[in-house]
């Protein structure tokens, strides 16, 4: 849901005259239908909390998340991902030294969308993670 969407919402409402016009579950429930789409943490089972995910990046895949150009991340699902979870990616150049460094740049970006392997092309146990920036 856009924030288009939720001005129209509150505009309908506000236009209501009596509860009798209002959805059998009131304007509670759909005020909480709203905001769980707009915030991806509502929508983890409540015993899982979203998890930090420390790992390395090559230098230009690196560079195009800074930049904001990849939004995205493809990656073997060996660390169970889940929407809600916050990648922290440290730029790792394999050309530093005999097996590699990191550089010491690092940033985080917090997963919004998984699709997850067996359909669409995605081979089993990998998944594609749409990723969004996240202000500090």
Known sequence: MVKADLELFNQKLETVESKEQLPPLGV????DRVFE????AKILPPERMPMIHEIKCHPQPYQALEDLIKTFEWRLNDR???VGDILHLHEWSPDRGEEGQYTGRSLKRRVTYILRGGKFGVPKKYVV??????QE
Do not use: D, T
Not at 37 to 40: A, K, Q, R
Not at 129 to 134: A, V
């Open 28 to 31: 509670a429930w759909i005020h």
């Open 129 to 134: 993670m749409s990723l969004s920036p996240i």
């Open 37 to 40: 789409c707009l915030n991806p």
């Open 80 to 82: 169970g991902y889940e």
